[in-house]
C-alpha cells in the first residue's frame, strides 16, 4: 500500500529569500507504510493553519483515547527542509499513548481516533508540538514549521503484573547487604507463555512511578538457574532510564510504585528480549530481577 501526497498549489517568493509554498503544498509525501517515507520538499514550508491529513487509511482497530500504539514517528523540519527524526532507522516503531498526559496534545490528537494501518501526517509549526523554546535537539527552532509523519501499526495490550508472594519467587542472595544473585531452588522452570509476576519486597513512600517518569535505579538480573547476573549495577552506580525505553517488563512491573521500593520481577519472553538473543541472554529467556527505585523524575 504506497502513499502519495503531492504539492498542489501555487508559489510564492517572500522578499528576495527562497521559494515559500504553505503547508501541504511545499512537500510531497511517498512509500510504503512501516517503511521510512520518502519525503521531497518543493519549497520552504509555511504554515497559516495546523492540518492534518490521512495518506493511507487502515483498516484495523480504532486507538482510542488512553490506548497504546506501536507506531513509526518520522519529524521533518518544514524550515530547513532537513530530516529531524525517524523511528525507522532502529526498525524498532515507538509505543505511544493517545493521551495529552503522556504526549504532546499534537501527538496525542493525531493518533486518537486513528485505525491501525494507517499513515498520518501533519503540518504544524513548532511551538504548536513543542513549545515557544522548539527543540534544539532536534534542530527544530522556535518559529520553525513541522511535518510529522505518523505509521500507526497495532494496538498494544500492555501486560498487567500479577502480585505474587515472595516463596513463589527465587531467593535473593546478598553479600554485605547488597544483593549479588538468586536462589533458584524449588523454583520449577518457568512457562515460556507465563504471566509477568511482581513481588514488593519493600514498600517505598516517594512520589510515585508513572509511564512518563524517568527512573533511577539499582537492578540485578538473571535468567533461571544461572550462576551468576548477566548484568547489575550494585557493584557500580545506580541507572537512570526512561520508563518507555527499557523492556515492557519494567515498564509496566515498575509503574505505580514509590520511590523506596525494592521489588522482584519475573518477565516472560512476551514482555522481555522475546525470541531475540542478548548477550549472556539465551533467545526466549523468563528474565528474573530485583529493582530498587532510588529516584524518579
Not at 481516533?113 to 534544539?136: D, M, Y
Not at 507463555?193 to 512511578?209: I, S, Y
Request: hydrophobic residues 35%.
Amino acid at each position: 500500500m504506497t502513499a502519495s501526497l503531492t504539492a498542489c498549489g501555487g508559489e510564492e517568493k517572500v522578499g528576495y529569500g527562497d521559494p515559500t509554498a504553505s503547508g501541504f503544498e511545499a512537500v510531497k509525501v511517498e512509500g510504503e507504510i512501516g517503511s521510512a517515507p520518502t519525503v521531497t520538499w518543493d519549497a520552504e514550508m509555511t504554515v497559516d493553519e495546523p492540518e492534518t491529513k490521512t495518506l493511507v487509511e487502515g483498516t484495523g482497530e480504532t486507538i482510542e483515547k488512553g490506548d497504546t500504539a506501536s507506531a513509526y514517528l518520522w519529524i521533518g523540519n518544514g524550515t530547513t527542509q532537513q530530516e529531524a527524526y525517524s523511528d525507522y532507522e532502529s526498525g524498532q516503531p515507538s509505543e505511544l499513548v493517545a493521551s495529552e498526559d503522556q504526549l504532546s496534545p499534537v501527538f496525542a490528537d493525531l493518533l486518537t481516533g486513528a485505525k491501525t494501518g494507517s499513515r498520518l501526517a501533519t503540518v504544524t509549526t513548532s511551538e504548536e508540538v513543542f513549545g515557544e523554546t522548539g527543540n534544539p535537539q532536534l534542530g527544530i527552532g522556535n518559529a520553525d514549521t513541522v511535518l510529522i509523519v505518523l505509521d500507526v501499526m497495532e494496538k498494544v495490550v500492555p501486560p498487567k503484573p500479577v502480585d505474587v508472594p515472595a516463596d513463589q519467587m527465587p531467593k535473593l542472595v546478598e553479600k554485605d547487604g547488597k544483593p549479588v544473585g538468586f536462589d533458584f531452588k524449588g523454583i520449577a522452570e518457568p512457562d515460556p507463555a507465563g504471566e509477568l509476576k511482581r513481588t514488593v519486597l519493600t514498600e517505598g513512600d516517594g512520589e510515585v512511578v508513572t509511564l512518563e517518569s524517568t527512573i533511577t535505579a539499582n537492578y540485578l538480573g538473571m535468567t533461571h538457574g544461572a550462576k551468576e547476573p548477566f548484568d547489575e549495577s550494585y557493584s557500580k552506580e545506580p541507572a537512570e532510564f526512561a520508563l518507555t525505553g527499557v523492556v515492557e517488563g519494567w515498564t509496566y512491573g515498575l509503574e505505580g510504585l514509590k520511590v523506596g521500593s525494592r521489588v522482584l520481577l519475573e518477565i516472560p519472553p512476551s514482555a522481555g528480549y522475546g525470541d531475540q538473543e542478548q548477550a549472556n541472554i539465551p533467545a526466549n529467556s523468563t528474565l528474573y530481577f530485583v529493582v530498587d527505585i532510588v529516584s524518579v523524575k
